[in-house]
């Protein structure tokens, strides 16, 4: 990452911090109990200092005579929750400190990449303007998908991490557009599943309603895993972006007895038809995924296809 864009991502992570330890119950007691003095109206750095120096204690990575520990990383606390300065190691520390929910380390995690191109996010592909059930009034902060491929050439499930900002206040709702061949969804964490439509010329969309009503600015988590109807042959994954979505990170798993004959990453000018505008060849690892991280996308369509 360019110098220019890092204090973007580490003012990104340390609100996603903040906003985490005040509003996880389990986070917020943790800090609570180890603060002296607690002010209703804000985060106690000294408490959470001394979380922290606790499980460095407990862990062994600092040495228990050093007793002056919670006082001498309180202003390293401090930097990272002001998004000033917050390494990879600071970010650890709190994750296993707070022993943080791995949907939640992983958007953390994902606001904090330092990769040289992160600077080269795909933007403005998509030329086709379908209606959609539900108005947008978030941003996608964070996106971790995980699709399977089973024996049957069939998706068999769809996990996704997802962290949202809403861009307005009373955003209550998170609409999730899918394809017509899911079957059931289940919400895992961060909220519940309301009505679905049916629009757009082929697009479906489920209502989650998540578990809390956000203010503009403020951000919420989901894990949510879609599961589809077997016996329709997968050949491609696409994910649209309506407006700006950052750390973007899709990959498809294919069971040994079923790998693709090419694959390849594109990118389309549509939710669901017309071929690619883009393309380049991608590989599997050691255990059969394609794996790809955008920075961002904008206004884009970006996902894998193969054949089989």
């Known amino acids: 990452m360019g110098g220019d864009n890092q204090p973007k991502y580490q003012s990104q992570t340390s609100r996603l911090l903040r906003e985490l330890l005040v509003t996880r119950p389990d986070y917020r007691r943790l800090w609570q109990q180890q603060a002296e003095r607690l002010r209703a109206d804000d985060i106690n750095v ?15 990575e600092r040495s228990d005579n050093h007793t002056s520990l919670p006082r001498d990383i309180k202003d390293r606390v401090r930097r990272a929750l002001k998004g000033e300065v917050l390494t990879p190691q600071t970010l650890t520390w709190f994750i296993e400190a707070f022993g943080m ?15 040289r191109d992160t600077h080269n996010g795909i933007s403005r592909t998509r030329t086709t303007d379908r209606e959609m059930a539900l108005s947008q009034r978030h941003r996608t902060i964070a996106l971790f998908e995980r699709y399977t491929v089973g024996v049957d050439r069939a998706f068999a499930s769809r996990l996704t991490l997802h962290t949202i900002m809403a861009l307005e206040d009373n955003v209550d ?8 061949t899911v079957d059931r969804i289940e919400v895992r964490y961060g909220g519940t599943l309301g009505e679905r439509y049916a629009h757009g010329g082929g697009l479906q969309t489920v209502a989650i309603v998540l578990d809390r009503t956000m203010a503009i600015g403020e951000s919420s988590s989901l894990e949510y895993l879609t599961f589809y109807t ?10 649209p972006a309506l407006g700006r979505s950052d750390n973007i ?22 939710h669901h038809e017309g071929e690619p505008v ?20 904008e206004e884009a369509v970006v996902g894998f296809r193969w054949t089989w």
């Open 46 to 60: 000294a408490g959470i200092a001394r979380v922290i120096a606790l499980y460095l204690w407990n862990s062994g």
């Open 230 to 239: 077997p016996g329709s042959p997968a050949t491609e994954v696409r994910r």
């Open 101 to 115: 929910d791995p949907a939640d380390e992983v958007t953390l995690r994902a606001t904090l990449v330092r990769d």
């Open 173 to 180: 709702v998170y609409p999730f557009n899918h394809e017509s």
């Open 278 to 297: 883009r393309e380049e060849p991608a590989t599997l690892d050691a255990r059969h995924s394609a794996r790809r991280f955008v920075p961002f996308i």
């Open 249 to 270: 990170d899709i990959a498809v798993r294919f069971a040994e007895g079923a790998l693709p004959a090419t694959l390849s990453w594109a990118v389309w000018f549509d």
